[in-house]
């Protein structure tokens, strides 16, 4: 299958994109990322990505916009919702870009994480999907996520410490 993977970071793609190669799958990537606060946190992990992606032989498409504010505009009033609100909207963006570029299926790095809700993001997947026309690839990625770690110190790639958004750098801090 000719899939786009929607990637949060560098890290975070390294073990799915092996994984995909593996099981004969061609790959791109995209990175859509608005929830990442602040802005130099966000141009680490793009950079980290585009430092992945250049590495590995792995086409980066589409525009890695910071839309920080939109994402704001969603989640204030509804922090305890703050997850899904997110996953749907990279996922949006990702299934929309997958659909204009002519890919099989998009799928997401965000199924190689112990710390996301899994399957709040499957099912996001699968509704979007539905609801634009191009199918949502799912695969448990947690099992290659110490590999996706192992690559990414290789490589010397920026690990990041949260999740990106405010809230969860706060959680970070306070616990």
């Known amino acids: 299958m000719n899939l786009l993977l929607h990637i949060c970071c560098g890290p975070c793609a390294a073990g799915p994109v092996e994984l995909l190669k593996e099981e004969g799958h061609s790959v791109s990537c ?7 606060h602040p802005y130099l946190e966000h141009q680490e992990r793009l950079a ?5 992606c250049e590495s590995s032989g792995i086409p980066l498409v589409g525009e890695p916009e910071y839309e920080l504010e939109q994402f704001l505009r969603m989640v204030v009033n509804h922090e305890d919702e703050r997850c899904p ?8 963006r990702a299934a929309d870009l997958a659909k204009r570029e002519g890919f099989d299926a998009f799928t997401t790095t965000l199924l190689v994480s112990p710390h996301q809700k899994h399957q709040v993001i499957d099912e996001i ?4 999907g539905n609801s634009l026309g191009i199918e949502f690839y799912y ?3 947690r099992p290659v996520w110490k590999r996706g770690r192992q690559i990414a110190k290789e490589l010397e790639l920026y690990r990041q410490q949260y999740c990106g958004c405010v809230y969860s750098e706060k959680e970070r801090y306070l616990g």
């Open 30 to 36: 995209c990175f859509f990322n608005p929830n990442v």
């Open 48 to 52: 980290a990505a585009e430092k992945f």
């Open 85 to 92: 609100i997110c996953y749907r909207y990279r996922l949006e």
């Open 125 to 128: 997947g699968q509704e979007v």
């Open 139 to 141: 695969k448990d990625f």
